[in-house]
């Protein structure tokens, strides 16, 4: 059998899914529970059909003309560019004349209600069709080998037309919401889901079952439906996106910081920074971004925890402007809505910063808030590494603060991705002479050396401060540090580099 052309479905995410779109003139089933977003993705597809100067008809059993044009409205569509046969459940008569939208009785039977489709279809010769929905047929056939009969009918009235249908199915009239046998029928299957959550909005997500001879993009892929239609955000592979870079280290700005990782993270890596609540993780990662934006790079924060507001105060009284570089554009940042994200919306954003913005660094903060906006999601520390990779392979530098439980006491975590990443930057409070003091260490760095050191550093109005060795102190990491020296070699308050 000859290759046969791909069109466009009207959704420029499930195209990318589907390698291009559906191929031309076969027939296909859209399944899914009431609310999954069903109807909105058929009537994509008919108006893409339109806007390529195609016929296009919708077959409505269930909702009726009006309920139709409520939803084509609601998105800023018309169904006026395609034609509408419905076929309602109040009773009507027949008439010789009848108009494009007919009023039958459900009484009538099965073979009399596809004879009126089928000269429907013969009248209006479209290259499109939705067959909305099958509940009804399985309804008026009663038995299911009939039901399956006229649907094997349908086929085979359709086939050698040049006509390419969607078939829709609400799952409602089988015990077990599938049916396998109408699977086989069909070309492809594409399955739309809705999950409602314990909090927040409900989390949608498209499954392709099934499509013959096309190497699809497998998987679940979440979505959700805005003004304009489905926003569909393709399960990411990052093996498929991989851009040639040069892997040269990236500097913060401060010698001392920068020579711990032998020079800096590496271009096309990720670095974990992590420690406890107060110790500085997200002022040492703005540090990394303040020295991007300086270099004319673009740089993305995407922000779970804090209020931009109070971020941008920190960044101030830390003697770092991000401000500047927010209003040139070279800095975004993103406030995260933790109940109303899905992780693959959240992975299309980062791809659009780095496909369409050409950002050159990425900031999460913080993993913990990442987990809390999608807790019953089951999958994420795989999402998120294959997001990881992802940028990696775009030549990104990426940063993701980790905080940890516990300040005093030893530290610890519900959750780990130090495997995942490729270098790991730990910070510690530890106490000297009766004052609360930070330490910092490189303990990973997997694209090349770094330092062994446990140095104190500092935050304040002269910004970031990186000290010497703490020689003098053992037990600082377990966070129970005993201090066996002299107070030399502790930071006062001093310019830097005095």
């Known amino acids: 059998m000859p290759d046969v052309p791909p069109i466009a479905t009207g959704n420029a ?3 990318r899914i589907l390698r291009g779109g559906l191929p031309a003139n076969r027939l296909y089933l859209l399944e899914g529970a009431p609310g999954s977003g069903k109807t909105t993705l058929a009537l994509q597809f008919l108006l893409e059909g339109v806007r390529n100067g195609e016929r296009a ?10 309920e139709l044009g409520v939803v084509a409205e609601s998105h800023g569509w018309s169904i006026g560019d395609f034609a509408v046969f419905e076929l309602s459940a109040a009773d ?7 108009a494009q939208s007919i009023l039958y009785s ?3 039977e099965l073979g009399e209600t596809i004879k009126l489709i089928e000269a429907e279809v013969e009248r209006v010769q479209p290259t499109r069709v939705v067959f909305d929905s099958l509940s009804e047929m399985r309804l008026l056939a009663q038995d299911p080998l009939r039901y399956r009969r006229q649907v094997l009918a ?15 199915d609400d799952l409602t009239a089988t015990a077990d919401g599938s049916d396998t046998h109408l699977h086989s029928l069909c070309h492809g299957v594409l399955t739309l889901e809705r999950l409602t959550l314990d909090f927040g909005a409900a989390r949608r997500r498209l499954q392709v079952q099934k499509l013959r001879g096309v190497d699809f993009v497998a998987g679940y892929h979440d979505f959700a439906i805005r003004t304009g239609g489905l926003d569909l955000y393709p399960r990411l592979v990052a093996a498929e996106h991989h851009a040639p870079f040069v892997g040269d280290p990236i500097e913060s700005g401060v010698v001392e910081l920068d020579a711990m990782l032998h020079g800096g993270p590496l271009r096309g890596t990720s670095t974990l920074i992590t420690g406890p609540a107060g110790t500085g993780k997200t002022t040492i990662a703005l540090q990394y971004l303040h020295a991007a934006c300086e270099r004319g790079e673009h740089a993305v924060l995407y922000e779970f925890d804090e209020r931009v507001g109070t971020l941008l105060a920190r960044a101030r009284a830390f003697n770092l402007d991000i401000q500047k570089h927010l209003d040139s554009g070279l800095l975004t940042v993103e406030q995260i809505d933790p109940a109303e994200l899905s992780p693959g919306e959240f992975t299309q954003r980062v791809r659009r910063q780095v496909e369409d913005d050409a950002a050159r660094m990425v900031v999460i903060d913080s993993l913990a808030g990442y987990l809390a906006a999608m807790p019953q999601e089951q999958q994420l520390i795989l999402q998120l590494h294959e997001l990881l990779s992802y ?5 990104v530098v990426t940063f993701l603060i980790n905080p940890q439980e516990g300040a005093f006491e ?8 130090s495997p995942i990443v490729d270098a790991v930057l730990m910070l510690r409070f530890f106490e000297a002479e009766g004052r609360i003091r930070k330490a910092i260490s490189a303990v990973k760095n997997r694209a090349g050396g770094h330092e062994d050191a446990i140095r104190e550093f500092r935050i304040d109005t002269q910004g970031v401060r990186v000290g010497a060795p703490l020689v003098a102190f053992r037990g600082v990491l377990s966070g129970t540090p005993e201090y066996t020296g002299e107070r030399t070699p502790l930071m006062e308050d001093r310019a830097r580099g005095a």
């Open 92 to 98: 009507a008569v027949l008439g010789e004349g009848r």
């Open 410 to 417: 030893p530290t610890r975590t519900s959750f780990s991705v």
């Open 57 to 66: 008809l919708y077959i409505t059993l269930s909702e009726t003309k009006e």
């Open 106 to 108: 459900w009484e009538m």
């Open 391 to 395: 940028l990696n392979q775009q030549g």
């Open 154 to 168: 349908l086929k085979q009235f359709f086939a050698g037309r040049n006509i390419t249908v969607l078939l829709v």
């Open 13 to 15: 995410g499930l195209d």
